[in-house]
């Protein structure tokens, strides 16, 4: 997007927005057009297929020429107002304020999640994406250790919703949603939201008989029972051994 067009909205030449694509085209073109409706314009960057998340992140840092970023992934469909509204929220937040985040929707868990981020770039560039199995974490972790902030709104108000996340799953994508989200609840004692989900699940699959309720239930059994992985972010390109196997005794519709 630039402003080299009759377009009338509004042009944020101070903020940059990347979006991360693992080549998801669904869940992609439907992202892409949300942002192509925006309120606003503004420089629209895409990481594509960049791999492990941690140096997907590390080239926002690393490419981005404007005071604020904020960072899409794919799955997140924003609503209208998003990018403006988290850009009039950084600029009103105090100097120490690095990282605002905002909730989305989640499709699939059915509640309000964290959530869709607008950076300071010339401060966050100093502390680097390491990678670990959560490298945002490590990040807010060593950056606030600094002095630095991370504003949030409360999940509990539903007008500070910025759009929708994970409307698009797959069968194997949702498997691996879950599978990530226990493994990361088991080794980091975090994300806590998901241990009910455990039971929901199962209980959702034996109501819908679904396909991909199934795997979302399969998911989580397999990041509660397996092994927990090394401590370091996944790499979509590699084949996870664990749904394959799943897949032959419970082949796709």
Same mark, same amino acid.
């Given at each position: 997007?630039?402003?080299?067009n009759?377009? +009338?909205?509004? %042009?944020? +030449? ?5 979006? @991360?694509?693992?080549?998801?085209? @669904? ?6 057009? !949300?942002?192509?409706a925006?309120?606003?314009?503004? &420089?629209? $960057? ?22 604020? %970023? $904020?960072? $899409? ?5 924003? #609503? ?17 304020v690095?990282? #605002? ?9 059915e ?5 869709? !981020?607008? #950076? ?8 680097? #994406?390491?990678?670990?199995? +959560? ?13 630095? !902030?991370v ?22 994508t ?15 004692? !975090?994300?806590?939201w ?5 039971? +929901?699940?199962?209980?959702? %699959? ?8 199934? %795997? ?8 509660? @029972?397996?092994?927990? &992985? ?24």
């Amino acid at each position: 997007m630039s402003p080299g067009n009759a377009d +009338s909205r509004e %042009y944020l +030449s101070d903020t940059t927005v990347f979006v @991360t694509t693992i080549g998801d085209e @669904t869940n992609f073109q439907d992202c892409l057009e !949300k942002l192509r409706a925006q309120t606003v314009r503004f &420089p629209l $960057v895409i990481i594509d297929r960049v791999a492990p998340m941690a140096a997907a992140f590390q080239q926002m840092l690393d490419q981005c020429q404007t005071k604020w %970023y $904020v960072q $899409v992934d794919e799955d997140m469909i924003l #609503y209208p107002h998003a990018i403006a509204e988290l850009r009039r929220k950084i600029t009103a937040a105090a100097p120490e304020v690095v990282i #605002y985040c905002a909730p989305l929707w989640d499709c699939d868990a059915e509640m309000h999640l964290y959530g869709v !981020k607008i #950076y300071r770039t010339a401060v966050v560039r100093r502390f680097p #994406y390491a990678n670990t199995m +959560s490298c945002e974490t490590d990040q807010v972790t060593r950056l606030t250790a600094q002095g630095f !902030k991370v504003e949030v709104h409360t999940l509990e108000d539903p007008a500070g919703c910025l759009g929708e996340h994970g409307k698009h799953y797959t069968p194997a994508t949702i498997f691996k949603r879950w599978q990530r989200l226990f493994q990361k609840n088991r080794a980091l004692h !975090k994300n806590h939201w998901v241990r009910p989900y455990a039971k +929901s699940l199962l209980e959702r %699959y034996a109501r819908t008989g679904s396909t991909l309720h199934l %795997y979302a239930a399969l998911g989580a059994i397999a990041g509660i @029972t397996g092994e927990l &992985p090394p401590d370091r972010e996944l790499d979509f390109r590699k084949e996870n051994e664990v749904l394959e196997r799943l897949m032959t005794f419970f082949p796709l519709d």
